[in-house]
């Protein structure tokens, strides 16, 4: 990004100025009914970045994607971003994003239906893991780690447990996949090295007839 490129405070979605490329200083905040979302896409379709974090609470959206284009979310001071209260929440869309950084946890749900679809919907699954992978990235981890999400729910649910679960049992996945890519292209190298070799073989074997056949010629 360039220096010429417009800076905005932050502030509830609505009040933002126009053609905002960088969100700065303030939380960017989703709350309540939003009505127009068309002028609320219309007025974020620029930003790229944002440094104060993003919350949405309350609200009564289905799907999430009024930041498709953001490409990096920071909060030097708490959660790059929270999502709470929302009842209908089942999609987080944000494609194009690739830092997710908060001060201790990146990501908070909180009492938010989103975590109940993520065990229910594939689609869900995959934008939960699609935030992890970036969070992980960004924090230059290898390994997936329930380390980038804060949830809490009320006494009653299991759905945050289960969801640490489901990323702790990622980190093992990755490990295993990582083993056996290994042991792989191990048995692969060990392939090819049997093939030159019996290739060598034969080009001896036929060498070795060749030079037979023109002996017995000779005689």
């Given at each position: 990004?360039?220096?010429?490129?417009?800076?905005?405070?932050?502030?509830?979605?609505?009040?933002i100025?126009?053609?905002?490329?960088v969100?700065?200083?303030?939380?960017?905040?989703?709350?309540?009914?939003?009505?127009?979302?068309?002028?609320?896409?219309?007025?974020?379709?620029?930003?790229?970045?944002?440094?104060?974090?993003?919350e949405?609470?309350?609200?009564?959206?289905?799907?999430?994607?009024?930041?498709?284009?953001v490409?990096e979310?920071?909060?030097?001071?708490?959660?790059?971003?929270?999502?709470?209260?929302?009842?209908?929440?089942?999609?987080?869309?944000?494609?194009?994003?690739?830092?997710?950084?908060?001060?201790?946890?990146?990501?908070?749900?909180?009492?938010?239906?989103?975590?109940?679809?993520?065990?229910?919907?594939?689609?869900?699954l995959?934008?939960?893991l699609?935030?992890?992978?970036?969070?992980?990235a960004s924090?230059?981890n290898?390994?997936?780690?329930?380390?980038?999400?804060k949830?809490?729910t009320?006494e009653?649910?299991?759905?945050?447990?289960?969801?640490?679960?489901?990323?702790?049992?990622?980190?093992?996945?990755?490990?295993?996949?990582?083993?056996?890519t290994?042991?792989?292209?191990?048995?692969?190298?060990?392939?090819r090295?049997?093939?030159?070799?019996?290739?060598?073989?034969?080009?001896h074997k036929?060498?070795?007839?060749?030079?037979?056949?023109?002996?017995?010629?000779?005689e």
């Open positions: 990004m360039t220096s010429k490129e417009k800076r905005c405070i932050g502030g509830y979605a609505s009040g100025e126009d053609i905002c490329v969100i700065e200083k303030t939380k960017l905040s989703f709350h309540g009914e939003l009505e127009d979302l068309d002028s609320i896409r219309q007025k974020l379709q620029n930003v790229r970045r944002i440094e104060s974090g993003v949405v609470v309350g609200t009564n959206m289905a799907v999430f994607d009024l930041l498709d284009r490409e979310i920071w909060n030097p001071d708490g959660y790059a971003l929270e999502f709470r209260n929302n009842k209908k929440l089942n999609r987080i869309r944000m494609n194009e994003l690739r830092v997710l950084d908060g001060k201790q946890e990146d990501v908070l749900f909180e009492n938010d239906h989103f975590i109940e679809e993520v065990h229910e919907n594939s689609d869900s995959s934008d939960f699609h935030l992890e992978s970036v969070a992980r924090h230059k290898e390994e997936c780690s329930p380390e980038f999400v949830i809490i009320s009653a649910s299991e759905y945050g447990w289960d969801l640490y679960a489901l990323i702790v049992l990622c980190a093992v996945l990755a490990v295993i996949v990582t083993v056996q290994f042991y792989l292209l191990k048995g692969k190298g060990k392939n090295k049997n093939k030159m070799r019996s290739k060598g073989r034969k080009k036929k060498a070795r007839g060749k030079s037979e056949r023109s002996e017995k010629d000779e």
